[in-house]
Structures are given as C-alpha cells and as structure tokens.
C-alpha cells in the first residue's frame, strides 16, 4: 500500500509529495514467503513450460528467440544488450 505526504512547496504542486510505502515488516515477510511457495508449487508442478522466458529465474525476456529478433530493430537498445 503506497501513500504521499507533503514534502514541501504547495497542496495544488503534485511535485510536493513525497510515495511512502505504508506496508509493515510482517506485511512484507509474508508476501515473501506466499511468493516462493507459489512458485515453488508450479515449478513442482510444471506449470510453467521451459520454453517460458520472461519472468523466470535465470532467464530474461532478451533470451527468448522471439522477442531477440523483434529487438534488433529497436535502435534506442545499446548493441551489445541485443546481440
């Protein structure tokens, strides 16, 4: 849960607030803990096939065949991100 508090400077300037993150300690442990048993459960499970990349341990969405050739045209990406 995120919040702002006026930093300084006018209500109306919305560059006066300052995001605070309102989500206590415990809050985050469990959300830590609920995540790797997620994951835990659909690797065991193989839920997500090998041929997943994006949004998985040790692979990037840059590894994925597909998406490799669609970046190569993309000339904002330094080179060596790309080949």
Known sequence: MVTTILKNGGKEDPGSYQPINRTSAPGKAMEQILLQAVLKHMENREVIQDSQ???????????????????????WLPRDMVE
């Open 53 to 75: 990349n994006c949004f998985t341990k040790e692979k990037s969405c840059l590894t994925n065949p597909v998406a490799r050739r669609v970046v190569k045209h993309w000339n």
